[in-house]
């Protein structure tokens, strides 16, 4: 039970704060969207400062954890693919996701608890270098197109978190571009 109040004052956290940003949100925000009380926020996190934290925490194990995934030894283009197939499949079928990165967002430009934002950049661009070392291992191989491997990365994310950006404001109407329209910036091929 405590649990699942937590989870639940969680994911309303997460539509708040994506909603809103961190100055504009409050605990009653949350709580309203979550359908308890104020008190029983307070009695799983010390404020939303606390709770904002909690999550970013959470979103710094993802980064790692993404870093870690597209660190291995294998195909670098199906090492790419599988992670454009999920980061597509996530934003698709789960709103939460899209509005879970908007936070992530917020993070960064917030730096709310001080230190939030120095430490999501430093998770944000451990990724990106392993990111930049798949690519350059794609290009030996002949899988990605010539060019700056730290640019090809840069702009790969920035596609993927325009469409995250989109999604809570379109919804529906965002059409999924598919993994392979999101490869042809790396590959430079119609159908990589």
């Keep these: 039970m405590r ?29 309203n969207e979550a359908g308890l009380s104020v008190g029983s926020i307070y009695r799983h996190y010390a ?8 999550l970013l925490q959470q979103a710094a194990l993802g980064l790692e954890s993404a870093s870690r995934a597209l660190s291995g030894t294998g195909d670098p ?3 790419v693919r599988g992670f454009t197939r999920d980061f597509l499949t996530d934003l698709a079928t789960d709103h939460g996701a899209a509005e879970f990165y908007l936070v992530i ?6 730096d709310t608890p001080a ?7 430093a998770d944000q661009r451990s990724l990106w270098d392993t990111f930049a070392g798949l690519i350059r291992r794609g290009q030996a191989a002949g899988q990605f197109a010539p060019g700056d491997p730290e640019q090809l990365t840069a702009f790969y994310f920035a596609m993927l978190s325009g469409m995250a950006t989109m999604r809570p404001v379109i919804r529906d109407a965002l059409t999924d571009p598919g993994v392979d329209v999101v490869l042809r910036l790396l590959t430079g091929k119609g159908q990589p």
Excluded: M, P, W
Aim: glycine content about 8%; cysteine-free.
């Design 3 to 31: 649990e699942t109040t937590r989870q639940a004052i969680e994911d309303a956290a997460i539509r708040v704060f994506a909603r809103h940003g961190f100055a504009a949100s409050s605990i009653r925000h949350i709580a």
């Design 47 to 54: 404020g939303k400062e606390a709770l904002f934290d909690k």
């Design 77 to 79: 283009l199906a090492t």
């Design 105 to 110: 967002n917020h993070g960064f430009l917030s």
């Design 115 to 121: 230190g939030t934002a120095a430490r999501l950049a």
